[in-house]
């Protein structure tokens, strides 16, 4: 029996909202949003035709608070649920809930999620249904006791891998290399998946280092119809989360595309599976040998690669399977004619240089390279807009950018071009990172595999140098120049530069991420040839420390053999007002190198009075550097401190997760202090020099950014030898 959704309340937030809201929109269909106090200003929010507070922040609080959003259906009058991904979408209770209250669940049977959404449940399923399907060699028993899993994990050749039963999205993953530390993982892989996902239940399993993962899309209805929509190679990972998403595979070719997405409707079958769901495997390229992996019981958050190719819009789909149409009478599966190549990337507020960890912040720019018009080939889902802010409550994923085009390689092509000419400021991202991968030879010959970036670390993460940044820190500089001028209010008549006894060359002074010495800016005024047109005769060089400078009786200034025009153009620069007072400027900066008009978008963040860092994108090398102005007050002792609290210090709110060693212990360098969670994710903070620790928090505390939350303070000598004695003795057992 077909029943027409009316409204549809969308139990998610983010970009998978705004997602739905589209097709929702396009299918005549009404949408309500949920949100929490942290999105209440979002665009997903703006983009419903309703929306209703869902409750805090704390996403246990609201976005996993099933029973009060089957409570605002009720009262919108929506007649269906859609999960999206994450949070409660492959929550078998939850979904329960939702046909109990008398509303559509837009997902599969509850049976199903809990059949083959839990990892544990799915190999004991296919174990005993189907003993054909490959599995991997491992442990999934219910004792889930430290002892015995380090008793199976220590009978299976290492490496081994330790997953969360309940998990997904890399979270409760770790890769054990060696039997002393497999204690400790399981216990944080435990807690990990604990608070994520509400289960500490674990597979122990062998871990292949190299392979491929290999995935493929699978729908069905209530009438037992169960198709494939092909293969999604998602190998370029991580963390053990996926970066790049792309199809086909390159590693898959006809005859064994044929045998994965038979396995995968056989699973599908033998579940009566409805909806979208995705079959996971690991693939040995070599041998053509593939293990059933785990069924994501949900749509995926990589489904847009896989509509490019179709021609389908999958979110339809599941509308469409939710009131109850039959998909062999639609005929919209039955022939699929498959048509060249989608790349997509993830696009996320994070740190490359520093493990990937991620950041918060508010987006002070968003231009996507569709936002003056549909681009045929390039698509852009995101839930972000000027203003936005990638708080720690939830995932740092700013958009997913993707792309197709007949072949693989025009699509890397259009996909380096895609992020070339997207801007986002305001906050540290993975875009280079992305364009290295797009720019990479292996990848571009489709040789890699799940290994792939610690493989490539060297081409994936290189280092700053002058030459690449030099035209950037110029920009930045004259961009301080015209806002100085700007606000200028006393004898704006004379001639900027001007100096009554003439001393030097002013020069501004920046430290760039990715390089570890400052950089100078030494710039001198030759006046305005036309109006708004000034010049300079510029140069950049690695900057003095203060002790450096200590030594020398004037600074040497290089060469200034750079001629830059600066077109100070109105309305470009602006200052950037919030509630409370002038936060930064951004602006469009246009200068001309030697005759060569070069672009730049400049985001100044004002963090005090002495603390600026700006965020440049560089339309020329098509990415963002981050910059932090150097306080020329600050002396040698003051960095020494810097060095002393600024890597003990949370960057941005988080809780203590353990203290790994407490107060009064001498330790060496690198050694683990305590694990902190913020944004879904562990970081281990470690000591950078050796010395006697200090904590300041405790264990589950909630910490503000900011917060000095343990030093390591300079040992007795006596100490000191005896703690380095202690590392060295450890280290031979």
Known sequence: MVHVIKKILIANRGEIACRVIKTSHKLGIATVAIFSDSDENSLFVRLADEAYRVGPSVAADSYLNGDNIIAIAQRAGADAIHPGYGFLSENADFAD?????????????????????????????????????????????????????????????????????????????????????????????????????????????????SIRHVEVQIFGDQYGNVYHIGERDCSVQRRHQKVVEETPSPAVDAPLRKKMTDVAIEIGRMLN??????????????????????LNTRLQVEHPITEYISGLDLVELQILVAQGQNLAELGLLDNIEFKGHAIEVRLCAEDPDNNFSPRTGVIQKWHPMDATGPINGVRFDTGVVDGSEISVYYDSMIAKVIVHAPTRQEAVQKMITALSRTVVLGITTNQKFLLNIMKNARFQGGIFDTNFIPLEEDKLFPATTLDTAASTLIATALFDWSLQRKMQVYLRNIKPGWRNVSWGVPSKKYTVAGNESDLEVFFKYDG?????????????????????????????????????????????????????????????????????????????????????????????????????????????????????????????????????????????????????????????????????????????????????????????PAVAAEATQDSAQQASL
């Open 97 to 209: 809930k939702v046909k109990a209250a008398g509303i559509i669940f837009i997902g599969p049977a509850p049976d199903s999620i809990r059949t083959i959404g839990d990892k544990i449940a799915a190999k004991n399923f296919l174990s005993a249904r189907a003993s054909s399907i490959p599995l991997i060699p491992g442990y999934n028993g219910d004792d889930q006791s430290v002892e015995r899993l380090v008793k199976e994990a220590s009978s299976i050749d290492f490496p081994i891998l330790l997953k969360a039963s309940a998990g997904g999205g890399g979270r409760g993953m770790r890769a054990v290399y060696e039997e002393s530390k497999l204690t400790m993982e399981i216990e944080a892989a435990q807690g990990e998946a604990l608070r994520s996902f509400g289960s500490d239940k674990l597979l122990v399993e062998k871990y292949f280092e």
């Open 528 to 716: 305005e040839t036309s109006p708004k047109r000034h010049t300079f005769q510029c140069a950049v060089a690695p900057g003095l420390t203060p002790d450096e400078r200590k030594k020398t009786l004037t600074d040497p200034i290089p060469e200034l053999s750079q001629q830059v025009t600066f077109f100070d153009d109105e309305g470009l620069i602006a200052q950037i007002p919030s509630a409370t007072g002038i936060q930064g400027a951004r602006g469009l900066v246009r200068c001309l190198f030697d005759g060569v008009l070069q672009q730049f978008y400049v985001v100044e963040k004002v963090q005090d009075i002495n603390d600026k860092v700006y965020y440049v994108h560089d339309f020329g090398k098509g990415h963002p550097f981050e910059l932090s102005r150097v306080d020329r007050l600050k002396g040698s002792s003051a960095s020494a401190d810097d060095d002393r609290v600024t890597p003990y210090t949370s960057s941005m709110p988080c809780r203590v997760l353990k203290v790994l060693t407490p107060s009064g212990t001498a330790v060496s360098k690198h050694t683990p202090i305590m694990s902190v969670e913020s944004m879904k994710t562990e970081i281990k903070i470690l000591s950078q020099h050796e010395g006697i620790v200090t904590v300041h928090v405790k264990e589950n505390q909630l910490v503000d950014a900011r917060v000095l939350m343990c030093q390591v303070d300079d040992a007795q």
């Open 273 to 294: 599976y409805e909806g979208a769901g995705t079959v996971e495997f690991i693939l040995d390229e070599k041998t053509k040998k593939f293990y059933f992996l785990e």
